[in-house]
């Protein structure tokens, strides 16, 4: 498959590809092929991302490189195609599948070398004679080495990827204990030895096996948010050709220009405007609103997106990956992929834990050997014992599990994460600064008590408010619900809408330029209506607050969150919004520099600031705060500055990513412990020569499972009441 048509191009000449990787199994299989694809001189980045198996090439210079690169993953040994939702969900299933035969080969081989092991253990090998322990020896022989080439492969495989590649990863030592046991054993039948461990190697296998396939299982549940919204971009659409035919299509042959069909209950494939039909839109992925959304002619729809009621037609303007929800599902693997703290850590301490191992356990062989009083195929069994326990396979997931979880946890309450840091920032905030407009407010005006006008007054204000898409005309004209006149209408900048009504000279603006009316100190929104010689209309706006700001702050308060209110409106009216929300501290007339400049302060004092602004003029003061959030609508997403982006109408959001930052930091630092703790007590113990290698085998996979177990308690978590 060709990488063509996959790749994007960037800013600056910039090329990008996503390609989807199979076959890995641990950190070491990330850094070996993301370490190869950085020596190439063209690649400016690239980031696998061990959780979804997606890896981001970008690149200067010639766009067929995306090929070569490819053949470059799948020259290492491992599976590599250009990404698409389908082949995703493809790579999965063969996976789980090709772990699930080997385990049945697994268990198959070792309930029958037990039927040939128990005569051998209830014997001392005296009575039963040199000659038939041999045959049985042999017997077993036969019916293990089929097994142990077959069933070994997931590990024979990954590592020698990572050898060809002068790396090594946790497979490495797995294999090479089996491969030792494997080869002891024939030495000692070929020689009439007692030592034959082929049962124990094939059991040895089937653990391992069933904790790779349990392991394989639960990271297929730990990336279901991001997979869900990838199975968004699969399956068909209608298309509309021009003589009125209808052609059903893959999603992936939509392009932009296209018209659709969308059906009552289907979903919709492309990003576009409804050109026929009004309908209710079930917008729950994107935003994370449980209620459907009301959509006419004119309105934008996304992909992703079930259209509820009824038949709908659209005109497609974003498609593939360049639709609103392929940005997202971007935007949550940088996140998931950027290298936070913790993340670097553990990248760190397993490019050294491998090697550092096998010095252990040729230390542990050498040492039984020098100083111990047992056999030397005791002591090699007691080095593969410590090759097979000790595993970087725990550490690795710490961090990379959790961050995953997170992500789709607060993708699912309408949160989006755009820095994979941004939780651990969150976590440690000690002042949360507000924005008014569009963060405690809605920043969408409402006219105030209409039913004070007359019909006349509401006719003649709309039918001008109309041809504007001032925020204030536009709450005028959602105030009346009647016919409008037709008027010839021009908007003055700065100065409102002037024009002519059933013959009728109207204005509808500023009070200055509308009346001769004194100002008498009122601070509220407002609009005038002239009408000829009659007496101006004053129409009165008031933005709302979101109806939970208070208890939202009022909540952060609770927890000693220091809260602010900085904002560039009137400082009257930023005291009144203060006032209502309970923020003590509050100032009005501030600039966007000097609010990132105040931000400044407060950092310079020890401070660690939580900065939630609506994204646009608050840019400065977003970029130089600890962690920023933003509330914004849907199509702002990817210009957004902030490191968080939430949706709907509710403050909420502010909380639950709050909650989520503090309780996915307390699991990385628990998984952490957990992988730390394990090899503090497994290592000893097996170094000793108290650990069989089957213990070994469960032991090293419990604890790859116990740290994913323990991460998923992240989707336990409800929302924090305010």
Known sequence: MSAGHFITAGPGGAFHLN???????????????????KKQPAVASARLNLSTKRLAIAWKGDKLLGDRFIELITGMGYRAVPFDPETSE????????????????????????????????????????????????????????????????????????ALKERHTNMDVPISVAVILATLMSLFEVATHGQHAYFDSAVMLLFFLLIGRYLEARARGRARSAAHDMLQMMTGTATLLHDDGRQETIPLSEIKEGMTLRVAPGEKIGADGDI??????????????????????????????????????????????????????VKLMEVAEQSQAKYVTLADRISSWYTPAVHALAAATFIGWMVWGTVEWQVAL????????????????????????????????????????????????????????????????????????????ELQLAASLAAHSKHPLSQAVSRAYHGPLLPSMVQEIPAHGLEGTVNGIQLRLGKRSWCTDIADDGDTSLELWL????????????ADQLRQDATAVVGTLQAHTIHTLLLSGDRAEVVRHIAGEVGIAEAEGAVSPVEKSQRIAQL?????????????????????????????????????????????????????TAWDIAKRSQALVKENFALAILYNVIAIPLAVMGHVTPLVAAIAMSSSSLLVIA???????VKEPTV
């Open 19 to 37: 390609v989807l990787v199979d076959g890995m199994h641990c950190p070491s299989c990330v850094a070996i092929i993301e370490n190869a694809l």
């Open 90 to 161: 493809t790579f999965e299933k063969r996976e789980e599948k090709f772990l699930l035969r080997c385990l049945a080969a697994a268990g198959f081989a070792s309930g029958n070398l037990m039927l040939f092991s128990i005569p051998l253990w209830t014997s001392d090998g005296v009575e039963m004679g040199e000659a038939t322990r041999t045959m049985f020896q042999w017997i077993q022989a036969l019916i293990a080495m089929p097994a142990i080439a077959y069933c070994g492969l997931p590990f024979y495989r990954s590592a020698w990827n």
């Open 275 to 328: 050109l026929e039909g009004s309908s209710e839109i079930d917008t729950s992925l994107i935003t994370g609103e449980t209620m459907p959304q009301a959509a006419h002619p004119g309105a934008h729809v996304f992909a992703g997106t079930i259209n509820m009621a009824a038949s709908i037609t659209i005109k497609v303007t974003k498609a593939g990956e360049r639709s609103l929800i392929a940005e997202i």
């Open 381 to 456: 069994l007691y080095a593969a014992t410590v090759l097979i326990i000790t595993c970087p396979c725990a550490l690795g997931l710490a961090v990379p599990v959790v961050q995953v979880l997170a992500s789709g946890r607060l993708m699912r309450s309408g949160i989006l994460l755009k820095s994979g840091s941004a939780l651990e920032r969150l976590a440690t905030i000690t002042h949360a600064v507000f924005d008014k407009t569009g963060t405690l407010t809605l920043g969408k005006p409402e006219l105030q008590h209409p039913e004070r006008y007359s019909e006349r």
């Open 530 to 541: 002239v009408s000829g010689n009659e007496k101006p209309s004053r129409f009165v706006f």
């Open 603 to 655: 950092k310079a004092g020890g401070a660690n600031v939580l900065m939630v602004g609506d994204g646009l003029n608050d840019a400065p003061s977003l970029a130089s705060a600890t962690v920023s959030m933003s509330p914004t609508s849907a199509m702002d997403i990817t210009q957004n500055a902030a490191d968080i982006v939430f949706q709907g109408n509710r403050l909420q959001p502010v909380l």
């Open 710 to 716: 323990n991460a998923m308690r992240l989707n336990l």
